[in-house]
């Protein structure tokens, strides 16, 4: 096997500090390096113990949450009933990175995701920024779904019982008389005592929570389906392409998870067949249930009447059946749709933190796994904590679109990845590639790009202070401490 092409340090030249610096930055790791290191941290190993399902259903798990109970309602008024086309336009947009993904992970089997994949092909800072962005899809995105279980389980507590969860309790200090969000801590910390017990232990409780969760939405679809009145859906597209392409934008959020189970790589059984295929079920599964679940809701109402509230789906069921009772079923049902987008994103956010601390970006503590459950312990407490802490007792309100540009940049980067891959290392085991080769990985890029254009200027002015916060923190302290630029001072001749 040749080694790793575009190997900076390698050729590093004496003098210019710009060039050197311009290396150092750019170094890229090679692939053998990040695949030999796989499932190790400091003090053990992780256990490989999921299976194909187990990955597919983790990838479904924190896909399918928070946004088809509520971006309907948003999506249904720009489109119409063409909605539904929406959600297959959203797809195929997903799609084209999905398919990115499925090859990286295929051949690069890690648990670092888009970080490790960046660090292999764009170089160490471009892997920095995208792992700080990854902070964003991952950590940040997932307090603000606590919040939102929190918000369905007091809907849950109010529509069966007439109890609510008081209102000092359950919102963040400053917003209506809120102290503390302590729903939204509640399953921060259930999911943590579940990632604690293992890999394996959480992928199990999750493929339960994704089973009721498919058979909440499942049913919902049936219900419908009887009350279907074809009437509903004419005229189809009656704001035309560009509502249609708008509300595909809106929808995109509903896709965003099903590059989870490439946060699995070291605990996944056989990942280098598993991961490409967990990645593309997952996305298939999700785009067929929310296709059921759109056209069911046009045909039942008239589209103009599913806008706005929040509770869309509930006002669905009312309709089609008369009766109060099944928002009950469709409340417990988010509630545990939702949990299961906590468990396994946290779970990422951890695997994500480990790989970047094995190459020595942050602090080592992030790589200890702990021997009794080869997990690691010690960061998946840290997660947790500042997740909790987030999501009980700050205001996240407008985070959604933060976290959806940090995301389409992960998915970009990922995509053009593998077109650098398949030149500087064309000799690589692939399990899977991406077809129309070098079309998709383009169409891709040139995808995330039009949606990340499309999103507001507050969303880019957050994006861009976060990357520079995190270029700050890259020279303060990855810079110098990583393992490649660790291992070329040793080198250095004196
Ligand atoms: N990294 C993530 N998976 N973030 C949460 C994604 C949200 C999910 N797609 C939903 O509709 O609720």
Redesign the pocket.
């Known amino acids: 096997m040749p080694s790793d092409t575009a190997h900076p340090d390698r050729s590093r030249q004496k003098g210019d500090p710009v060039r050197s610096i311009w290396r150092r930055i750019f170094r890229t790791k090679p692939v053998g390096e990040i695949i030999a290191e796989g499932g190790h941290g400091e003090g053990g190993e992780l256990k490989r113990s999921m299976s194909l399902t187990q990955l597919t259903m983790f990838s479904v798990g924190?896909?399918?949450?928070?946004?088809?109970?509520v971006?309907l309602g948003e999506a249904a008024p720009l489109a119409g009933p063409a909605v539904v086309v929406s959600f297959l336009l959203a797809a195929v947009t997903a799609l084209f990175s999905a398919l990115s993904y499925a090859e990286l992970a295929g051949t690069i089997p890690v648990s670092g995701s888009s970080y490790s994949y960046a660090y292999a092909t764009l170089g160490e800072v471009v892997a920095w920024v995208c792992g700080w962005c990854l902070l964003l899809?991952?950590a940040v995105?997932?307090s603000?779904?606590a919040v939102?279980w929190g918000q369905y389980l007091n809907e849950f507590f109010g529509q069966s019982t007439g109890w609510r969860i008081p209102a000092a309790l359950s919102g963040p200090p400053g917003i209506d008389g809120g102290v503390v969000n302590l729903p939204a801590i509640a399953v921060v910390l259930l999911a943590t005592v579940l990632l604690l017990r293992g890999a394996s232990e959480s992928a199990t409780a999750n493929a339960v929570m994704v089973v009721v969760k498919i058979g909440v939405l499942l049913f919902f679809c049936v219900i419908a389906f009887t009350a279907f009145d074809s009437d509903n859906l004419t005229p189809f597209a009656p704001l035309g392409m560009a509502g249609l392409s708008a509300a595909g934008a809106k929808v995109f959020?509903?896709?965003?998870?099903f590059?989870?189970a490439s946060t699995a790589g070291e605990e996944a059984k056989n990942p280098r067949r598993d991961l490409p295929l967990a990645i593309l079920l997952s996305l298939g599964i999700?785009t067929l249930v929310y296709v059921l679940v759109a056209l069911a809701s046009v045909g039942v109402l008239p589209w103009q009447r599913l806008s706005g509230s929040e509770a869309s789906l509930a006002k669905v069921l009312e309709d089609a059946t008369g009766s109060a009772w099944p928002s009950v079923v469709l409340s417990l049902g988010a509630v545990v749709?939702?949990a299961s987008?906590v468990l396994?994103?946290l779970y990422?956010q951890t695997r994500i933190l480990f790989a970047m601390s094995r190459d020595g970006l942050i602090p080592k503590v992030f790589q200890r796994v702990s021997p009794r459950r080869r997990v690691p312990a010690a960061n998946t407490i840290i997660v947790s904590a500042f997740v909790a802490i987030l999501a009980g007792l700050v205001p996240l309100g407008r985070l959604a679109d933060a976290?959806s540009i940090g995301?389409l940049f992960a998915f970009a980067v990922v995509n053009v990845g593998v077109i650098v891959l398949r030149s500087t290392r064309p000799d690589l085991p692939r399990n899977f590639r991406t077809p129309l080769f070098p079309l998709t990985p383009i169409l891709g890029v040139l995808f995330c790009l039009y949606l990340m254009v499309n999103l507001d200027r507050q969303t880019w002015a957050v994006f861009a202070v976060w990357t520079l916060v995190g270029l700050a923190a890259y020279f303060a302290y990855g810079f110098r401490r990583s393992r490649l630029a660790q291992a070329a001072g040793a080198c250095r001749p004196h």
């Not at 959020?253 to 998870?257: E, M, P």
């Open positions: 924190a896909t399918l949450g928070t946004g088809i109970f971006i899809e991952y995105s997932v603000a779904v939102g959020f509903s896709y965003i998870g590059d989870a999700v749709a939702i987008v396994t994103v990422g976290t995301t």
